[in-house]
């Protein structure tokens, strides 16, 4: 028997759509969708997940995707934005940490709107321990992140060009080698994130330092489905689902009948519930719990 084995199997845009228009009857077995057809399905898949986006009810959660960002701090300055390393879609934060200039990465709280207002005085100086992240409703974009206390000194962080001729910032101190060269090296990632304007030539054998910054990793929203084959980070599982409110969306334009619809709704909803366990209806009985004990 096989050890040790992963889960390799991502489900494409169009295989998604394709199955849909198949479950509607838009398209006859062995034939291909054609041009319309397919644009149609995309457009009601990137609006689901759009959609998804916005469903936060009940213990549902949207369809979300996790990223890392590297803000990097400024002398006096309590407020990061987008150019100071913030990711321009953070819809929630999993876990913070302050990276001082020996490397060492220290916790920090994540904290609330109320949490934030009861600190004082909010320009206290030293090396940050809570973040609190300003909302923007209409864009996630315009987020800005509060750290408190203020930084008072931030060393140097260096910056060099990639073989690829963009800029990176050091994100940890190490002497360099030809494993942590961007992007060349495969263990790059560990030690330079992708930021800048004003690189210099990257070297083996040197020094290389990172200034005081915050790590973080939150979740975005997924990506859109811009190619056919675009699979934009999903999580295993959800093809099922996305084929049936596809189908559910394209059903009127193809005429289908009622109880067609009807019963693709319900497909759409044992989905869900395979996806989201705690949204079935609480029971009141035992299931036999006495047999056991």
Not at 61 to 85: K, M, N, P
Not at 187 to 201: D, H, I, L, P, V
Not at 236 to 258: C, D, H, I, M, Q
């Amino acid at each position: 028997m096989a050890t040790g084995t992963t889960a390799n199997f991502t489900i494409k845009r169009n295989t998604i759509v394709e199955q849909a228009l198949r479950a509607v009857r838009a398209v006859k077995p062995g034939v291909q969708p054609d041009f319309n057809h397919m644009r149609d399905g995309v457009l009601a898949l990137n609006e689901i997940l759009r959609e998804e986006d916005q469903d936060q009810t009940g213990q549902k959660r949207s369809l979300w995707a996790l990223s890392d960002a590297h803000i990097f701090l400024a002398v006096g300055q309590y407020r990061y934005t987008t150019t100071e390393g913030l990711g321009s879609n953070v819809q929630d934060i999993v876990s913070l940490s302050f990276r001082d200039l020996g490397g060492a990465d220290n916790p920090m709280d994540y904290i609330s709107t109320l949490q934030y207002e009861a600190l004082s005085p909010k320009n206290e100086v030293g090396d940050p321990t809570k973040l609190y992240l300003e909302p923007n409703h209409l864009s996630l974009s315009s987020q800005a992140a509060l750290v408190w206390p203020v930084p008072s000194s931030i060393g140097t962080t260096s910056e060099v060009t990639g073989t690829d001729a963009l800029n990176y910032k050091c994100i940890l101190k190490h002497t360099s080698i030809a494993l942590t060269r961007p992007i060349t090296g495969a263990a790059y990632r560990n030690f330079w994130t992708q930021t800048g304007s004003s690189g210099s030539t990257w070297v083996v054998d040197t020094d290389y330092t990172n200034g005081t910054l915050i790590r973080m990793k939150y979740k975005r929203p997924l990506f859109d489905f811009d190619l056919a084959d675009d699979d934009p980070d999903l999580p295993l599982g959800w093809g099922n689902y996305l084929k049936w409110r596809v189908a559910v969306e394209l059903g009127p334009s193809f005429k289908v009948k009622t109880e067609d619809l009807l019963w693709f709704e319900k497909q759409v909803d044992k989905a869900a519930l395979k996806l989201f366990p705690n949204t079935r209806a609480k029971t009141s009985d035992y299931h036999n719990k006495g047999v056991f004990f």
